[in-house]
C-alpha cells in the first residue's frame, strides 16, 4: 500500500501531500517538472489550486465528507480526473489517493500521472 512517507520519497512519479485542512505541504520535483508548478507557487497554499473552478465544489464535498464519516469512497484506487497546469490548461490525469493518520490527524497524498506523454509537453 502507498504510503506519505512513500510519496515524500517518490522520484519517478508526480506526487503531492497536502495536510488535514487541504494545504499542500510538499511536492516532488517529477511533478514540478510534469505541470508546471514550482514548489514556492504551490507549497502553503490550497489543493484547490490545482483543481479546475467547476471542480471545487465536488471536491470540498468529497474532502467534508471523509473528515465527518472517515469513510472513504475514492482512496487507493485509479482514477481518472482532471489537474490544472501552471499554464492554466485542464489535462486529464490518473490520480491515486491515499490518506494515512499521523499523530492523530489525516494526511493525504496523491500520485498524479499524465494519461498520454501530453501531460508533460502540451
Same mark, same amino acid.
Given at each position: 500500500?502507498?504510503?506519505?512517507?512513500?510519496?515524500?520519497?517518490?522520484?519517478? &512519479?508526480? @506526487?503531492?501531500?497536502?495536510?488535514?485542512?487541504?494545504?499542500?505541504? +510538499?511536492?516532488? $520535483?517529477?511533478?514540478?517538472?510534469?505541470?508546471?508548478?514550482?514548489?514556492?507557487?504551490?507549497?502553503?497554499?490550497?489543493?484547490? #489550486?490545482? &483543481?479546475?473552478?467547476?471542480?471545487?465544489? @465536488?471536491? +470540498?464535498?468529497? %474532502?467534508?465528507? %471523509? @473528515?465527518? #464519516?472517515?469513510?472513504?469512497? &475514492?482512496?487507493?484506487?485509479?482514477? $481518472?480526473? &482532471?489537474?490544472?497546469? @501552471? /499554464?492554466?490548461?485542464?489535462?486529464?490525469? $490518473?490520480?491515486?489517493?491515499?490518506?494515512?493518520?499521523?499523530?492523530? +490527524?489525516?494526511?493525504?497524498?496523491?500520485?498524479?500521472?499524465?494519461? /498520454?506523454?501530453?501531460?508533460?509537453?502540451?
Amino acid at each position: 500500500m502507498l504510503t506519505i512517507d512513500a510519496l515524500k520519497a517518490e522520484t519517478a &512519479i508526480p @506526487a503531492i501531500i497536502v495536510d488535514r485542512d487541504g494545504t499542500i505541504v +510538499h511536492i516532488n $520535483e517529477v511533478f514540478e517538472e510534469t505541470w508546471g508548478w514550482r514548489k514556492d507557487q504551490l507549497v502553503g497554499e490550497s489543493l484547490t #489550486t490545482i &483543481i479546475p473552478d467547476n471542480l471545487r465544489d @465536488a471536491h +470540498h464535498m468529497g %474532502f467534508s465528507r %471523509f @473528515a465527518v #464519516t472517515g469513510k472513504p469512497t &475514492i482512496l487507493n484506487q485509479a482514477l $481518472e480526473l &482532471i489537474i490544472l497546469k @501552471a /499554464d492554466g490548461q485542464k489535462t486529464p490525469a $490518473e490520480h491515486y489517493i491515499v490518506a494515512e493518520e499521523i499523530d492523530g +490527524h489525516w494526511v493525504f497524498g496523491a500520485t498524479i500521472k499524465p494519461l /498520454d506523454d501530453s501531460g508533460a509537453d502540451s
